[in-house]
């Protein structure tokens, strides 16, 4: 009930997609066969996705916001990301509306605007050593990537 993927992997979410070097795709059920252009029968994972792992060099690309990181866990049934970095560097999401913000860890939901940030990695115990959590926020409608009037 897992799928592993390496060489580059490329996931489409309802609004954006994942970028990763390889995952782990855990599967609800075993996935069933979907009948290809060809008639033959191909093994599918739409719909069946519980969870995705992902590691390496994680870009997430959504309307309006990019973040990166080393290391991705997608809830599919929530649609939660949990972004986090590899130790020296941090995941980063950079909002267009809203700025830039670092962390330890980046929770979010795909087609929300909240972000919560933490710097602790979840499942680790006690802080991050080094690590601080950084939010560039842009307020106001004229505040636009730090060129507000």
Request: charge should be neutral.
């Amino acid at each position: 009930r897992q799928a592993e993927l390496g060489g580059g992997v490329r996931a489409e979410t309802v609004d954006g997609a994942i970028r990763a070097s390889q995952a782990t795709v855990y599967l609800r059920q075993a996935a069933g066969p979907v009948p290809s252009s060809a008639g033959d029968a191909v093994p599918s994972l739409a719909g069946d996705m519980e969870r995705m792992v992902a590691t390496g060099q994680i870009e997430i690309e959504q309307p309006g916001r990019r973040a990166t990181g080393e290391r991705l866990v997608y809830t599919a049934s929530d649609r939660l990301f949990v972004l986090t970095g590899d130790g020296k560097v941090q995941p980063r999401l950079v909002d267009a509306a809203h700025g830039t913000i670092t962390g330890a860890a980046l929770q979010f939901h795909s087609g929300d605007d909240s972000v919560v940030v933490s710097n602790v990695v979840p499942g680790a115990t006690g802080a991050a050593a080094g690590q601080r959590v950084r939010s560039e926020t842009h307020t106001g409608k004229d505040a636009t990537m730090g060129k507000g009037k």
